[in-house]
């Protein structure tokens, strides 16, 4: 193939090139939406069987799951949905892409309500319609154009004094958390565990989009001073994407799917969108309508989550053993919430 040739065709139909990068963005995000939304309820499927054999609890510190085929099942799922993820971020800005995971959250409810014997009841089908109408709104109003588009611009981001302290921030309180906050009030408060995640997790998603601009200019045959930066957001994404894995786990472990994933999803997004806006500054060519609509749309998903999963009926546990461990826990989840957010 003609690299010379290719480059020149971006160039020379630079409209065209990123409408078409954009829809392909956007194919890419909503599909993996239905791999991640079934990854937790088949991850979840698995600790339940790890936890009825006796074996040491994910958030207890156990890895026994690492034994478990159903888990493995859900992890490879999860992989999938983030490999087309990872992909959506190379084409479409990050404020788009991942306002969308919340389509991850009605399939997850969907799938727990049938495998994990967790009601959807009328609210809950209704927080599935906003739910997709959120995200509509999102979609129409997102910006469609990218505004870092080459290693050197996003080199000269990423050097900024707002990115630098948001990094510390975030790997400070991943310290505190890792350290001192999880053993001591993991089990307790469902908001520690995820915080933890979702700070990562939108560092994550700064290197990954990193890594689709630095692999989107090696494929074009561009030259760059800094193509070492493709190794390192190669590294962050894998360190990153081990230590959301880890804690993760032991909030699903701790704390129901229908609880653990809206917030996650509420955390998450905040901060991905936050750090997208210092280094990629993706809103800086959005109308003031367009920002609103992003906002409205934003706050519709999470109305949307809510309701899916914050107004379900408990059923009675199958196992004896499992009854007063259950009860309990799901008669604090909506204290848990009312007190932490």
């Not at 399939?107 to 049938?114: G, N, P, R």
């Not at 560092?203 to 989107?216: D, E, I, M, N, W």
């Not at 519709?300 to 499992?322: E, Q, T, W």
């Amino acid at each position: 193939m003609n690299m010379q040739g290719f480059s020149s065709t971006i160039s020379t139909e630079p409209g065209l090139s990123r409408n078409n990068e954009f829809y392909f963005g956007l194919v890419l995000a909503i599909s993996s939406t239905a791999f991640i939304g079934s990854s937790f309820v088949i991850k979840k499927i698995g600790l339940i069987r790890l936890n009825r054999r006796g074996a040491l609890r994910a958030g207890s510190g156990g890895f026994g799951y690492l034994r478990d085929w159903i888990w493995w099942l859900g992890l490879i799922t999860m992989g999938a949905g983030e490999l087309a993820n990872f992909a959506a971020y190379a084409f479409s800005p990050a404020s788009l892409v991942t306002p969308l995971g919340a389509l991850s959250v009605l399939v997850s409810a969907i799938l727990a309500s049938k495998y994990l014997n967790e009601n959807l009841n009328l609210l809950g089908k209704l927080g599935c319609v906003l739910c997709i109408l959120g995200s509509t709104v999102i979609v129409i109003h997102s910006p469609k154009e990218e505004t870092v588009e080459s290693l050197d611009v996003l080199m000269e981001r990423l050097r900024t004094s707002g990115f630098v302290v948001y990094c510390v921030i975030i790997v400070s309180l991943s310290f505190v958390i890792s350290f001192y906050l999880g053993p001591k009030y993991g089990d307790q408060n469902v908001l520690i565990y995820i915080a933890l995640c979702s700070g990562i997790g939108s560092l994550t998603v700064v290197s990954c989009k990193g890594l689709g601009l630095a692999l989107k200019q090696f494929f074009a045959g561009v030259e760059d001073s800094n193509g070492w930066l493709m190794y390192l957001f190669f590294i962050t994404v894998v360190i990153c994407i081990i230590i959301q894995m880890n804690y993760l786990n032991k909030a699903l472990d701790l704390f129901d799917a229908s609880v653990v994933t809206p917030v996650y999803y509420v955390f998450f997004t905040t901060l991905v969108i936050i750090a997208s806006s210092i280094v990629f500054n993706e809103w800086s060519s959005l109308e003031g309508e367009d920002i609103l609509g992003n906002l409205c749309g934003f706050l519709i998903v999470i109305i949307a989550i809510f309701m899916l999963n914050g107004f379900k009926d408990g059923l009675p546990p199958r196992h004896k053993s499992d009854e007063n461990l259950r009860s309990d826990r799901y008669q604090g989840y909506q204290s848990i919430l009312t007190r932490s957010i």
